[in-house]
């Protein structure tokens, strides 16, 4: 993949855009911004983008890493330099970098939350999806509806049974996806 000065200096200007944040977790955390785009970030960034990054994954990467790092319900706590948060590979295997853990089709928040944090997250989405079943009434009432426009008939009898049945019969784990299905659209 060909690499431009203007990719590399927009994924530093991404790099710089968070400098001087800090935040109090057990121990004060700050961002590790530079002076100046020197030949080791220069290169680290360039082999990254030789691999296949683009820039703007790369500044998404940088962006998760920065909601992990200075975002005080998260126990995450490394704090790292440019060329090493794109060059530091996973402690058990060296052909793993650690970055892909950020990437933007990668990363999950949650993942890095504290457990009180964490707690709290999953017991929203519980009451979300607890809001989502208690709707299949609702969703019966649509199809009815829906029933009745298209064929100007009232829906009785079989019709009745059939959309209860397919509503009733699906396991908890279709209504499981159904639900975080409609909690990721909204």
């Given at each position: 993949?060909?690499?431009?000065?203007?990719?590399?200096?927009?994924v530093y200007d991404c790099w710089q855009s968070h400098?001087?944040?800090?935040?109090?977790?057990?121990?004060?955390?700050?961002?590790?911004?530079?002076?100046?785009?020197?030949?080791?970030?220069?290169?680290?960034?360039?082999?990254?983008?030789?691999?296949?990054?683009?820039?703007?994954?790369?500044?998404?990467?940088?962006?998760?890493?920065?909601?992990?790092?200075?975002?005080?319900?998260?126990?995450?706590?490394?704090?790292?330099?440019?060329?090493?948060?794109?060059?530091?590979?996973?402690?058990?295997?060296?052909?793993?970098?650690?970055?892909?853990?950020?990437?933007?089709?990668?990363?999950?928040?949650?993942?890095?939350?504290?457990?009180k944090a964490r707690k709290k997250v999953v017991e929203?989405?519980?009451?979300?999806?607890?809001?989502?079943?208690?709707?299949?009434?609702?969703?019966?009432?649509?199809?009815?509806?829906?029933?009745?426009?298209?064929?100007?008939?009232?829906?009785?009898?079989?019709?009745?049974?059939?959309?209860?049945?397919?509503?009733?019969?699906?396991?908890?784990?279709?209504?499981?996806?159904?639900?975080?299905?409609?909690?990721?659209?909204?």
């Amino acid at each position: 993949m060909k690499t431009t000065n203007a990719d590399i200096q927009k994924v530093y200007d991404c790099w710089q855009s968070h400098k001087g944040e800090c935040v109090w977790k057990p121990q004060k955390v700050h961002w590790h911004g530079h002076r100046k785009l020197d030949t080791a970030i220069r290169q680290s960034i360039k082999t990254r983008m030789i691999e296949g990054y683009t820039a703007d994954e790369l500044c998404g990467a940088i962006d998760n890493y920065a909601a992990v790092l200075l975002n005080k319900d998260c126990k995450w706590s490394y704090v790292w330099t440019l060329p090493f948060f794109l060059t530091r590979h996973l402690p058990d295997d060296k052909k793993i970098l650690q970055i892909w853990r950020f990437l933007p089709g990668q990363f999950r928040l949650d993942d890095f939350l504290a457990h009180k944090a964490r707690k709290k997250v999953v017991e929203e989405k519980k009451t979300r999806y607890e809001n989502i079943i208690e709707a299949t009434d609702t969703e019966k009432k649509a199809i009815r509806d829906a029933y009745e426009k298209r064929t100007g008939k009232p829906a009785l009898g079989r019709i009745l049974k059939r959309v209860d049945a397919d509503v009733d019969k699906r396991s908890f784990g279709d209504k499981q996806n159904d639900a975080l299905g409609r909690l990721k659209e909204s």
